[in-house]
Structures are given as C-alpha cells and as structure tokens.
C-alpha cells in the first residue's frame, strides 16, 4: 500500500488544518490508518488511528478534543482534522497504513507516507 500526505502548511496559533491520506495500491488490505508526528531529535509521536471497515477510532491523549480522524473508504482517503492548534503542534505528520489488527504503536505500521509539514506561529 502506498499512502500520500497532503494538506500541511503555516498556520496561526488557535487555527486548524485537514490533512489528507490517500491510500493506493493493495487497498483491500489495509485494516486501519494511523496520523503520526515528529519534531527532529524526538520520537515519532502516535496522535490517532481509524478501522478501515468499521470507522472506530482512537486518540492519543494529547490530541483527544483538538484532533478528529476520518475516512472516506470510497475515496481511499483518511483525514486528520486539527483544531486550537499551538505552536507545540508543530511537526512533520506522517500517514500510515496496516493490516495489523493491533495499531496503536508506530511499530504496528508497514506502509509510511513522506510526511507534510505543519508549523503553527505563535
């Protein structure tokens, strides 16, 4: 499965962004989707995930209220929408793809995209 990130940018503190995962390839596969992000020199940060079939949901603590997750199946897309974003939001996020009935871990995941910038002005 290949997953492409898009919707990254500037935004003000207290904005929100929606970043876009489109997913292709072995599509049929793929049992949930995952957002993550990372500051250079910290670990690769779990923020949510999503089933594929059955659309359930879990979030991290430190996004839970700011940050939804959704999917589209027919389009092959996840979405990750942000909200009251703080200049700490600011990272790369990444997308990701698995079939792993377990997927809470960024270790769970096989099929990463490149990752879209999100940087948040104070």
């Known amino acids: 499965v290949q997953v492409v990130e898009s919707g990254g940018g500037l935004v003000q503190a207290g904005g929100s962004l929606r970043l876009s995962c489109v997913a292709s390839g072995r599509t049929f596969s793929i049992y949930a989707m995952g957002w993550f992000r990372q500051d250079p020199g910290k670990e690769r940060e779990f923020l949510a995930a999503i089933t594929w079939t059955g659309g359930s949901t879990y979030y991290a603590d430190s996004v839970k209220g700011r940050f939804t997750i959704s999917r589209d199946s027919a389009k092959n897309t996840a ?7 703080k200049p700490e939001d600011t990272a790369v996020y990444f997308c990701a793809a ?3 009935t377990y997927y809470y871990t960024q270790l769970d995941y096989h099929d990463w995209g490149q990752g879209t ?3 948040v002005s104070s």
Not at 79 to 84: A, C, D, F, G, V
């Open 117 to 119: 910038q999100v940087t």
């Open 79 to 85: 979405y990750l929408q942000m909200n009251s974003l």
């Open 98 to 100: 698995t079939s792993n």
